[in-house]
């Protein structure tokens, strides 16, 4: 098996490897923009190695994931503020980072933190879009209302009826100027 501590940046990931078997190491810069990342992955798979890739927790990993999950690869995600408690040298640098990563998953130290899978985090994501498109109505919504009312219009139901239709729509559109006019010379 191919053990991987890996450093990972947005734009490029350091690694440090060991394989169990033969116990040679190594360390490695791999570039995310040119595919070099990918390939190294993809070519792991080739050879019909087994990896476990451990890294720090961080938010924008999720091709990685991706990809590593495709290929059949472990991933670890590591407790960021516990790995950094357990450096040793303070002085932080990739190369350091990932020499720390692969130690700990060798020692069995890795602070590993749990995560939902894939498909369970592509759901929140796109709870989490609907629950802010429903907030941005609800502002429109109540914008609108306030229009109306600075109007003198007053509909029991609200500005914006759950058919979708605008009673905005009955305010004069000079009243609506007058008002932004208004508006900005109290401002001033």
Known sequence: MLIVGCEYQPSFQQIAWVETDSGEVGE????????EAERFYRELKEQGVG?????????HAR??????????FELWIGNAAEIKAKRVRKQKNDREDARLLRTLL?????PRVWLP???????????????RLVQMRTR?????????LNEGVRRK??????????????????ALGNQATQG???AG
């Open 28 to 35: 490695r810069a791999l570039l995310h923009s040119t595919g």
């Open 51 to 59: 990896v476990r890739v451990g890294i720090e927790a961080t938010g």
């Open 63 to 72: 091709w990685l994931e991706r990809l590593l999950a495709e290929l059949g």
């Open 106 to 110: 060798i020692e069995n130290r890795f």
């Open 117 to 131: 899978d894939v498909s369970n985090r592509d759901l929140r994501q796109l709870l989490w879009h609907r629950h």
């Open 140 to 148: 429109v919504k109540n914008q609108l209302q306030a229009v109306a």
């Open 157 to 174: 139901k609200g500005a914006v009826e759950r058919s979708g239709k605008s009673t905005v729509g009955i305010i004069p559109a000079d």
């Open 184 to 186: 900005s010379a109290r």
